[in-house]
């Protein structure tokens, strides 16, 4: 016997959810709530409800993919769980794996960048020409022009650096003053070569 056909409304922000899921898919950085009200031509607090609602289907632990919220926009990235398994396809090492050289010059160029090689050696002690040629061929520092003075190429960090990071912006970096006994040192040799630096 043939079942009558049920007529279902459907769910406004549930169709503008999709269309958001589209969006984050095609885009190759982070997109911001306005920038997706904008290439939606919706409300922003629709744009909201709509990214809850994908928070919600792509959670850790439930999807292979997660929406995270990271470098001042939303987009996708692969679950934890799959992380390893994306790395390989892209024969690229997994982020976590960062040596001990590449994590100090990470840490040097976020809260004194853009800075020049010469530079993150100096506040190392040591010479930062590896380090940071591996953190750039993963995409988390990045040239960000040239020293004034003597035409060095100045890193910067990246977003991708703020995505594996889970950091909104570099200001959510722990502030010096937060990080023990170290901290007066560190700041100490931080200054000494940003005063160098010409503005």
């Known amino acids: 016997m043939d079942r009558p056909l049920r007529l279902v409304a459907s769910n406004p922000v549930e169709e503008l959810a999709r269309t958001v899921e589209a969006l984050l898919v095609v885009a190759s950085m982070p997109l911001s709530e306005a920038e997706l009200a904008a290439a939606t031509g919706d409300d922003p607090e629709r744009i909201c409800d709509s990214l809850?609602?994908?928070?919600?289907r792509y959670r850790e632990g439930r999807s292979g993919?997660?929406?995270?919220?990271?470098?001042?926009?939303?987009?996708?990235?692969?679950?934890?769980?799959?992380?390893?398994?994306?790395?390989?396809?892209?024969?690229?090492?997994?982020?976590?794996?960062?040596?001990?050289?590449?994590?100090?010059t990470l840490a040097i160029v976020a809260y004194t960048g853009p800075c020049t090689r010469p530079e993150i050696a100096r506040i190392r002690g040591v010479n930062a020409d590896a380090a940071v040629a591996g953190l750039v061929e993963r995409g988390l520092l990045a040239e960000a022009g040239?020293?004034?003075?003597?035409?060095a190429v100045r890193y910067a960090t990246t977003p991708l650096f703020e995505r594996v990071f889970e950091l909104q912006s570099l200001a959510e970096l722990p502030r010096l003053d937060d990080l023990g006994a170290d901290a007066a040192a560190i700041r100490e040799r931080l200054e000494a070569i940003a005063e160098k630096r010409p503005a």
Request: with cysteine; aromatic share 8%.
């Open 52 to 56: 809850e609602l994908l928070a919600e």
């Open 65 to 104: 993919i997660v929406l995270e919220h990271a470098a001042g926009g939303f987009a996708f990235r692969a679950s934890r769980a799959a992380a390893e398994a994306c790395a390989r396809l892209f024969e690229r090492p997994v982020e976590r794996g960062l040596t001990q050289a590449a994590l100090e």
């Open 146 to 151: 040239r020293d004034r003075e003597f035409g």
